[in-house]
């Protein structure tokens, strides 16, 4: 069951490329979800004149963002998805808007959706495994699974990866109709 998140915090997280994708501005929700509120500012001063290697990890995803970007630029169009960026026990689904900006900055935008919370369960032995940047499944002895619909584990990442059906579905997007991927959510 998912449920509303109008009064919850963080609805929006975002971050600001200059031209050389250099991080030129965040939020100040920014590191809002960090357990003491203070950190909010210091995590805001260390990411600003940063690249995306500092807070995005997995070279596919980076490539992929890497390429996003120039696409955004180079068709001056908005590029639209829909991700998973889970907690311990709370499935949560954002979309991620990336839209151009005078002088070849971009705007990345991330929404909350929607989180569903589950009770916490007891851990069971732990799965490692490549994890999806975009859909939050564990590559678990060759099946993609969702720790939240599959046996509850205490599920470990090796490396942070694309599967199959995101790739497909990222790299279809570049060439063909980004913004219908918002579909996805209605
Ligand atoms: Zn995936």
């Known amino acids: 069951m998912q449920t509303s ?14 031209s050389f ?18 950190q909010s500012k210091s995590l805001k001063n260390s990411v600003v004149g940063g690249g995306l290697r500092d807070f995005v990890k997995g070279d596919e995803v980076i490539g992929f963002l890497n390429t996003l970007f120039f696409w955004c630029r180079f068709e ?36 909350l959706i929607s989180q569903t919370q589950r009770p916490s369960m ?3 032995a732990p799965f490692f ?13 060759s099946v993609w699974v ?3 619909t599959s046996a509850r584990g205490d599920y470990q ?18 060439v063909a109709k980004p913004d219908d991927l918002a579909k996805d959510a209605s």
């Open 157 to 174: 990442v090796t490396e942070h990866v694309f599967c199959p059906d995101c790739r497909d579905r990222l790299s279809s997007g570049l």
């Open 129 to 141: 495994g490549p994890k999806c940047s975009i859909c939050c499944r564990y590559n678990i002895d």
């Open 122 to 124: 007891g851990r069971a």
């Open 5 to 18: 998140v109008a009064n919850s915090k963080p609805h929006s997280v975002y971050y600001i490329l200059d």
């Open 21 to 38: 994708d250099r991080i030129a501005d965040v939020s100040d929700t920014w590191g809002e979800t960090a357990p003491e509120s203070d």
């Open 76 to 111: 001056n169009r908005v590029y639209e998805t829909l991700y998973r960026c889970d907690g311990p026990d709370t499935p949560r689904l954002f979309r991620m808007i990336v839209q151009p900006r005078p002088d070849e900055h971009i705007l990345v935008e991330h929404r």
């Open 146 to 148: 969702d720790p939240f």
